[in-house]
């Protein structure tokens, strides 16, 4: 990936340059790559100040300035015209290849004039190139080399390629024969350091992150019209991906019925995500009749009121966890509820692709009015990624929903608002996904920040630099912030840093109960924070995603990122990366 500055482009960027910003950025070729957006120049004569889309350095290669023109472009007695996606049409002031050619001879002359005592800066060639992203080259005879032009066409097949091509193009043209070629990385960074302080736009990251916050936090429309589809189906089954707004249908859900008078239990597989069911319920749903809470947890409350609790109690107390769930809960659970007689009007099922097995539907049978067959329920669930506790198949999923439940409306949810466009493309890159699971969110947000580590003490160090920073960071909390992990806290490296001099980390179960003044960050494992989310997650401990279950944890973890994600990879997973993110340019993907 290269190295973008700024890194990420303004609100107001045309679609033909955010096309070629992720092109640049994401190519697998351009990993050393430093490009400039929009880079503001002084300009001698008539004009004292212009702009570059892009001016892109190649180590070894070159220098290459870059105009981006998209929608149709005509040129009528040497004078050019664009004409946007509305039918809307401009005139340009001069021709885009002028433009970038003067555009190039500005930057040269920039460096030249700071970089004087740098001899190496001559063996370096500078190029330039028009970009024409939605439509075929001009013809020939326009005054310009056929590699300084790029169209439609040729984006299709990579524009590292073309760029690297053009390179060479461009250094036998003006016979330069150097070795090593330039720039080499010193001359490189030189180059990088002096161009950049005529353009860096530092955005604090606070504020992009509650910038992103305002706008993710509205219901879209497709949610409403699923509120409306479950208002007129008894039995509901609902799909998304990670972000597409189950849990908080579900809730939405659950009160509604509850104010219709209905007697109402709300569950799902996860402690955290059930204690959050029960605070959300007590905050806004007073009067109503709403059980809320983990699944477990509510069965064990109904046995332990039943006839038989201190038959269970004993029998819970002699078993290990395994037979505890596979065999007590449901024969002790049964029992006590086939004994009560005030059953739930209806059910409401978060996180359907972990509890969706035999045994917790006989037990549903039983605890709704009319059975699943002839009951009301809506369940939500992701049953193609988010299933970490071995659910298995989608297919098997289904066929067992079918004969316990009978039939049920089904709807998919499409729509990716809980994050970021960056973190939840990139999120479906590394998880293995081959085309999107969602359509993107509008809200583009802040890029999803890379860190690589060799080892325990090179991923402490990092780990340390990314929170003390966001401890520091004008506009974020450190609640707004989660450290997410494969492993525990004591086998995590957070673990190792548990009471640094500039913060503390705790974990999410005791974080409600810490006093400390210095700055305290919540602690997770990734399944244990499945069905929450956050506004900043760190991940670290990025060991492997080699395999079905690597991913599904990967896809699980940076899914809880609604706004910034900051992710720690170890070196042996570059290989795995850098094939996922060329996914990004395949036709499937787009």
């Given at each position: 990936m290269a190295k973008m500055i700024p890194p990420h482009w303004h609100d107001k960027t045309p679609r033909s340059e955010q096309r070629v910003f992720s092109m640049l950025q994401n190519d697998p070729q351009t990993e050393d790559w430093v490009v400039f957006h929009s880079l503001n120049l002084k300009q001698s004569g008539a004009r004292p100040y212009g702009e570059v889309d892009f001016v892109v350095l190649i180590p070894g290669a070159g220098v290459f300035c870059l105009e981006v023109k998209g929608g149709r472009v005509a040129c009528t007695d040497g004078a050019w015209t664009t004409t946007d996606a509305s039918g809307a049409t401009y005139a340009l002031k001069r021709s885009p290849f002028v433009q970038a050619q003067e555009g190039m001879h500005e930057v040269r002359k920039s460096l030249e004039e700071r970089l004087a005592r740098a001899p190496e800066l001559y063996k370096v060639p500078f190029g330039y190139a028009v970009i024409f992203t939605d439509v075929e080259a001009p013809p020939t005879g326009i005054g310009t080399e056929p590699w300084e032009v790029i169209d439609h066409h040729s984006l299709t097949t990579g524009l590292a390629e073309h760029l690297l091509r053009a390179a060479k193009q461009q250094r036998a043209r003006h016979h330069i024969q150097s070795s090593p070629a330039e720039p080499q990385p010193q001359l490189l960074r030189k180059m990088r350091d002096t161009l950049r302080p005529d353009f860096d736009r530092i955005i604090a990251r606070g504020t992009l992150v509650n910038d992103s916050e305002r706008r993710l936090l509205r219901l879209t429309e497709e949610q409403y019209y699923l509120l409306d589809l479950l208002a007129g189906n008894a039995r509901c089954l609902f799909e998304g991906a990670a972000g597409t707004g189950k849990t908080l249908l579900a809730l939405e859900f659950a009160r509604r019925c509850s104010r219709s008078g209905d007697r109402v239990l709300l569950i799902c597989f996860n402690k955290l995500l059930g204690d959050w069911f029960v605070n959300e319920i007590r905050a806004t749903a007073t009067g109503m009749d709403v059980t809320a809470g983990r699944f477990y947890k509510c069965l064990r409350d109904a046995i332990v009121s039943s006839a038989i609790a201190a038959e269970f109690q004993v029998a819970e107390q002699q078993s290990h966890s395994p037979e505890l769930f596979n065999s007590i809960y449901p024969l002790f659970g049964q029992l006590a509820l086939e004994e009560c007689a005030n059953r739930f009007d209806v059910i409401v099922m978060d996180e359907a692709q972990d509890l969706v097995r035999r045994p917790v539907l006989d037990l549903l049978n039983v605890w709704v009015k009319g059975g699943l067959r002839e009951g009301r329920w809506a369940f939500f669930g992701d049953f193609h990624r988010q299933a970490i506790y071995g659910s298995g198949r989608p297919e098997d999923v289904y066929e067992l929903i079918g004969a316990h439940c009978g039939f049920c409306a089904r709807a998919t949810l499409k729509q990716n608002c809980r994050n970021t466009r960056r973190v939840g493309e990139e999120t479906a890159l590394l998880s293995g996904f081959e085309s999107p699971p969602y359509r993107m969110g509008q809200v583009d947000g802040a890029p999803v920040d890379y860190l690589d580590y060799s080892d325990a003490e090179s991923q402490r160090s990092a780990l340390e630099k990314v929170l003390s920073r966001l401890a520091s960071e004008?506009?974020?909390?450190?609640?707004?912030?989660?450290?997410?992990?494969?492993?525990?806290?004591?086998?995590?490296?957070?673990?190792?840093?548990?009471?640094?001099?500039?913060?503390?980390?705790?974990?999410?179960?005791?974080?409600?109960?810490?006093?400390?003044?210095?700055?305290?960050?919540?602690?997770?494992?990734?399944?244990?924070?499945?069905?929450?989310?956050?506004?900043?997650?760190?991940?670290?401990?990025?060991?492997?995603?080699?395999?079905?279950?690597?991913?599904?944890?990967?896809?699980?973890?940076?899914?809880r990122a609604r706004s910034l994600l900051t992710v720690l990879l170890h070196d042996r997973t570059k290989a795995d990366v850098r094939e996922a993110f060329k996914r990004r340019m395949s036709d499937l993907w787009r």
């Amino acid at each position: 990936m290269a190295k973008m500055i700024p890194p990420h482009w303004h609100d107001k960027t045309p679609r033909s340059e955010q096309r070629v910003f992720s092109m640049l950025q994401n190519d697998p070729q351009t990993e050393d790559w430093v490009v400039f957006h929009s880079l503001n120049l002084k300009q001698s004569g008539a004009r004292p100040y212009g702009e570059v889309d892009f001016v892109v350095l190649i180590p070894g290669a070159g220098v290459f300035c870059l105009e981006v023109k998209g929608g149709r472009v005509a040129c009528t007695d040497g004078a050019w015209t664009t004409t946007d996606a509305s039918g809307a049409t401009y005139a340009l002031k001069r021709s885009p290849f002028v433009q970038a050619q003067e555009g190039m001879h500005e930057v040269r002359k920039s460096l030249e004039e700071r970089l004087a005592r740098a001899p190496e800066l001559y063996k370096v060639p500078f190029g330039y190139a028009v970009i024409f992203t939605d439509v075929e080259a001009p013809p020939t005879g326009i005054g310009t080399e056929p590699w300084e032009v790029i169209d439609h066409h040729s984006l299709t097949t990579g524009l590292a390629e073309h760029l690297l091509r053009a390179a060479k193009q461009q250094r036998a043209r003006h016979h330069i024969q150097s070795s090593p070629a330039e720039p080499q990385p010193q001359l490189l960074r030189k180059m990088r350091d002096t161009l950049r302080p005529d353009f860096d736009r530092i955005i604090a990251r606070g504020t992009l992150v509650n910038d992103s916050e305002r706008r993710l936090l509205r219901l879209t429309e497709e949610q409403y019209y699923l509120l409306d589809l479950l208002a007129g189906n008894a039995r509901c089954l609902f799909e998304g991906a990670a972000g597409t707004g189950k849990t908080l249908l579900a809730l939405e859900f659950a009160r509604r019925c509850s104010r219709s008078g209905d007697r109402v239990l709300l569950i799902c597989f996860n402690k955290l995500l059930g204690d959050w069911f029960v605070n959300e319920i007590r905050a806004t749903a007073t009067g109503m009749d709403v059980t809320a809470g983990r699944f477990y947890k509510c069965l064990r409350d109904a046995i332990v009121s039943s006839a038989i609790a201190a038959e269970f109690q004993v029998a819970e107390q002699q078993s290990h966890s395994p037979e505890l769930f596979n065999s007590i809960y449901p024969l002790f659970g049964q029992l006590a509820l086939e004994e009560c007689a005030n059953r739930f009007d209806v059910i409401v099922m978060d996180e359907a692709q972990d509890l969706v097995r035999r045994p917790v539907l006989d037990l549903l049978n039983v605890w709704v009015k009319g059975g699943l067959r002839e009951g009301r329920w809506a369940f939500f669930g992701d049953f193609h990624r988010q299933a970490i506790y071995g659910s298995g198949r989608p297919e098997d999923v289904y066929e067992l929903i079918g004969a316990h439940c009978g039939f049920c409306a089904r709807a998919t949810l499409k729509q990716n608002c809980r994050n970021t466009r960056r973190v939840g493309e990139e999120t479906a890159l590394l998880s293995g996904f081959e085309s999107p699971p969602y359509r993107m969110g509008q809200v583009d947000g802040a890029p999803v920040d890379y860190l690589d580590y060799s080892d325990a003490e090179s991923q402490r160090s990092a780990l340390e630099k990314v929170l003390s920073r966001l401890a520091s960071e004008p506009g974020i909390a450190p609640d707004d912030v989660v450290i997410l992990s494969r492993h525990r806290l004591d086998q995590s490296a957070a673990g190792k840093l548990v009471d640094s001099a500039l913060f503390r980390i705790r974990s999410v179960e005791q974080f409600a109960s810490t006093d400390s003044r210095i700055p305290t960050f919540r602690f997770a494992t990734a399944a244990a924070f499945k069905g929450m989310e956050s506004k900043i997650v760190v991940l670290c401990d990025v060991d492997r995603i080699e395999t079905d279950e690597d991913r599904s944890l990967l896809y699980v973890a940076m899914s809880r990122a609604r706004s910034l994600l900051t992710v720690l990879l170890h070196d042996r997973t570059k290989a795995d990366v850098r094939e996922a993110f060329k996914r990004r340019m395949s036709d499937l993907w787009r």
